[in-house]
Each structure stands twice: as structure tokens, then as C-alpha cells.
């Protein structure tokens, strides 16, 4: 079995899926799995999507005016999305927090879901900060990351 598998793989992961491979087969009546991910479930991960990892495809965030923004964004229905079919597109109407100001960049949110079943956004933000006066010194125009 060594000579077939990639190089690097030690005998507690072939003894492991050994094991697992076994396993399968006794509680399917002998039929070997047709891969590694018929031996094991899906991941499990925090209830917890972070869209700055999305690129535009994925994700738009648009401010429609001073108190609110629309999050356009595209997320699986499903724990172990396969195909496009497993993938819907999702509007959602963000009331942006009176501390962040009209001209601010929004930037990608993470949303999380709440032990209450409700949606919370984490909108991280930047505002253009103006060089102070020339006064000798050199002052670089930077972001406030709010």
C-alpha cells in the first residue's frame, strides 16, 4: 500500500483509514466507500462567514444613503455545497450605525448567527484622514480603520 500513496504519509494515517475504511465497510454490508468523502460527514465550522475572503463575484455591499447599505451575497444552501444549484443569491438591507459617518468605505462584513436566530454584521469601515499642515515633518494620508 506504501509504494501506491503519496509520499509523506505515515503509518498512523494509513492505520486511521485503514480503520475507517473497515468501518464503512461492515456497516454497509461489505461495499468498500467510493472515496474519502463517503467515509466522513461534512465539516463542522462556526456559524460564522467572512466575506472580506469573498471576491466581487461572491459579494457586493453597496450605501443606498446615510443610515442604510445592501449586502448582495452569495451563500450555500447547504453544509457541503456541489454544484451551482447549492448556491442562492441573498439581499440584505444593513442599517449602518449612527458612528459611522456618510462618506466612510464600507468594506466586506462578517456575519454571524446569534444563540437568538438572528443575522449579526460586524461592518468594518474606513474614512480618508487629512495630512495635517506642513510643518517640516512628513505626514502620509492614511485610512482610520473604524
Known amino acids: 500500500m506504501r509504494a501506491v500513496l503519496p509520499a509523506g504519509v505515515g503509518g498512523a494515517e494509513i492505520r ?6 473497515r468501518d464503512f465497510a461492515r456497516a454497509h454490508a461489505g461495499r468498500l466507500p467510493s472515496g474519502l468523502c463517503e467515509l466522513e460527514d461534512p465539516p463542522t465550522v462556526a456559524a460564522l462567514v467572512l466575506l472580506a475572503a469573498m471576491d466581487r463575484q461572491q459579494t457586493t455591499l453597496t450605501r443606498l444613503d446615510e443610515p442604510w447599505a445592501r449586502l448582495r451575497v452569495k451563500l450555500p444552501l447547504c453544509a457541503a455545497p456541489r ?11 444593513l442599517r449602518v450605525p449612527t458612528t459611522v459617518r456618510p462618506d466612510a468605505v464600507l468594506h466586506a462584513p462578517t456575519l454571524r448567527a ?5 443575522i449579526a454584521v460586524d461592518l468594518p469601515h474606513s474614512r480618508l484622514v487629512q495630512a495635517a499642515p506642513a510643518t517640516g515633518h512628513t505626514v502620509a494620508v492614511g485610512f482610520d480603520w473604524g
Open 114 to 118: 446569534t444563540p437568538g436566530g438572528r
Open 16 to 21: 486511521n483509514r485503514t480503520r475507517q475504511v
Open 83 to 93: 454544484s451551482r444549484r447549492d448556491w442562492a443569491w441573498h439581499v440584505i438591507d
